[in-house]
């Protein structure tokens, strides 16, 4: 066991208004298994890439361990698989790679095939094997889950449940109950750490946001009664500054000298009075902190005319020689929130595409009723940049609401202002996600829409899909989100 020690941590990216860590103190475990958890944008990956010597900083982190950062690059995916094992892992020996593969539940056989012919999924689980064949480091896994079916997050999960010392960045929340025993979360204020699983970590913090709430409330009675007494205090003065020009009740006139030096000294003493209002006002402003601000959702989807809005009658789709999915029959009808769900390599995201009108080589029959509008949310968020402005334009998309559903996904003022391709993939996911709100159909086609995106805003659309209930088929590996939310599960098989 030794500690990583991080003291008085401050950094900003060279171009950017705002620092992302600020004096930032806290010591990690070596030992633990670390679940790394906050909202898009607060620096988890930036914080990852600190510990890997990448940016200068002010502060100190120092550590007796090395750091190794997950997923790895590869540069050559054209080589066998076992080469690039022995890129990463020079030293390791055949029977540790098997041990860990067999683990995986990775057969040998992937060894000898090409990287590039595997499934992300397969490639996930054989570069976290040599991730773990690494001795001496701390290892930083950054959203391993992505390219992951509900199986394989499942059996991941396990294998890194049997392993100790690492950070995981991760929203799936079933994913890390099983797999970590503490929580290093970056709050709106603070970065603070845990003992326990996510689902410790959250009742936590409902419990401290619930105590904050009316800490708050209390605050906001302070400095409002503080507000008003200070405004009290400076009309006060000014009116006693008034009768230096007036007279007295029985008709005499005023002494304007006495008045006024009276009244030089009643202003004296109210502008202290005031300035310890006001200084009082400010001080507990400050507490008010770190409840994350989740405000609800809206949408207004548009009604179809018809009960049923697509129907599928086994659906066959092929690509070349090689079939995807094989007779697939199931209906959307109006209110349906649809799960479909299958292994990699089965066909969801080819299904989705094809409902939405692309061109896709396929048997059987296809019935979408006529003027259906559909809003697609694709995995692939690559293409997009510039301005977020532009982006409502040329979307055709209500810009002022387009932004508002972004303030409620936690983007800043300031984020307004940057280039799209500069956002983190959680953001950029929710610049598709908060277009797609925006648009007036009868039918939501969501493909992984919560990948990099983190957890409150999964709960938000959660409970705006609850609320609004709209018509809405998707592919989710994230369990919560899937069992919460669909009223039916359609499952491919390959």
């Given at each position: 066991m030794s500690l990583i020690k991080v003291t008085n941590l401050t950094f900003a990216y060279d171009d950017s208004y705002d620092s992302i860590f600020e004096n930032v103190s806290f010591q990690i475990d070596t030992d633990w298994k670390l679940g790394f958890t906050g909202r898009n944008g607060r620096g988890k990956t930036t914080f990852l890439n600190l510990l890997l010597g990448k940016y200068e900083?002010?502060?100190?982190?120092?550590?007796?361990?090395?750091?190794?950062?997950?997923?790895?690059?590869?540069?050559?995916?054209?080589?066998?698989?076992?080469?690039?094992?022995?890129?990463?892992?020079?030293?390791?020996?055949?029977?540790?790679?098997?041990?860990?593969?067999?683990?995986?539940?990775?057969?040998?056989?992937?060894?000898?095939?090409?990287?590039?012919?595997?499934?992300?999924?397969?490639?996930?689980?054989?570069?976290?094997?040599?991730?773990?064949?690494?001795?001496?480091?701390?290892?930083?896994?950054?959203?391993?889950?992505?390219?992951?079916?509900?199986?394989?997050?499942?059996?991941?999960?396990?294998?890194?449940?049997?392993?100790?010392?690492?950070?995981l960045v991760s929203h799936d929340r079933a994913f890390l109950d099983?797999?970590?025993?503490?929580?290093?979360?970056?709050?709106?204020?603070n970065i603070e750490i845990q003992k326990g699983n996510f689902s410790d970590w959250w009742e936590n913090k409902q419990r401290q946001d619930n105590l904050e709430l009316a800490e708050n409330e209390k605050l906001r009675k302070d400095i409002k009664r503080l507000s008003e007494a200070a405004n009290r205090t400076s009309h006060w003065s000014d009116e006693v500054e008034k009768t230096k020009n007036g007279t007295r009740n029985s008709g005499s006139k005023v002494d304007k000298g006495y008045v006024g030096h009276k009244a030089a000294k009643m202003m004296k003493r109210s502008k202290s009075i005031e300035q310890r209002q006001l200084s009082a006002a400010e001080e507990k402003s400050q507490l008010l902190k770190n409840v994350e601000s989740s405000e609800s959702l809206k949408i207004s989807q548009l009604t179809y005319h018809k009960q049923q809005l697509v129907e599928l009658d086994r659906i066959s789709i092929h690509y070349g020689d090689k079939q995807v999915c094989r007779d697939v029959s199931f209906t959307i009808e109006q209110g349906d929130r649809i799960a479909l769900s299958g292994p990699n390599g089965s066909g969801k995201s080819s299904l989705l595409k094809l409902i939405c009108g692309e061109t896709i080589a396929y048997t059987g029959t296809l019935r979408a009723g006529s003027q259906l509008k559909i809003s697609y949310v694709s995995q692939d968020t690559s293409h997009l940049k510039g301005d977020l402005s532009d982006f409502a334009r040329s979307s055709g998309i209500d810009e002022s609401l387009f932004k508002s559903i972004l303030r409620k996904l936690d983007f800043s003022r300031l984020q307004f202002e940057k280039d799209i391709a500069s956002f983190s993939g959680g953001q950029k996911k929710k610049v598709l996600i908060a277009k797609s709100l925006c648009e007036r159909v009868h039918l939501h086609v969501w493909d992984e829409p919560l990948n990099f995106i983190d957890v409150i805003s999964r709960m938000q659309l959660e409970d705006l899909l609850l609320e609004h209930s709209p018509t809405i088929l998707f592919v989710e590996h994230d369990s919560e989100f899937c069992n919460h939310i669909a009223t039916k599960t359609v499952e491919l098989n390959v």
């Open positions: 900083y002010s502060g100190t982190i120092t550590a007796s361990v090395g750091f190794e950062y997950f997923p790895f690059p590869v540069q050559n995916k054209e080589n066998n698989t076992l080469d690039v094992v022995m890129d990463i892992c020079p030293d390791c020996e055949h029977w540790q790679l098997m041990r860990e593969l067999s683990l995986l539940k990775v057969s040998e056989d992937v060894l000898y095939r090409p990287f590039e012919s595997m499934s992300n999924g397969e490639q996930t689980k054989v570069l976290l094997a040599a991730l773990f064949l690494k001795e001496n480091m701390f290892l930083l896994i950054d959203e391993p889950t992505n390219h992951l079916d509900l199986h394989a997050r499942k059996l991941v999960s396990h294998y890194l449940r049997s392993k100790n010392g690492y950070i099983n797999c970590v025993d503490h929580i290093l979360s970056i709050n709106r204020t």
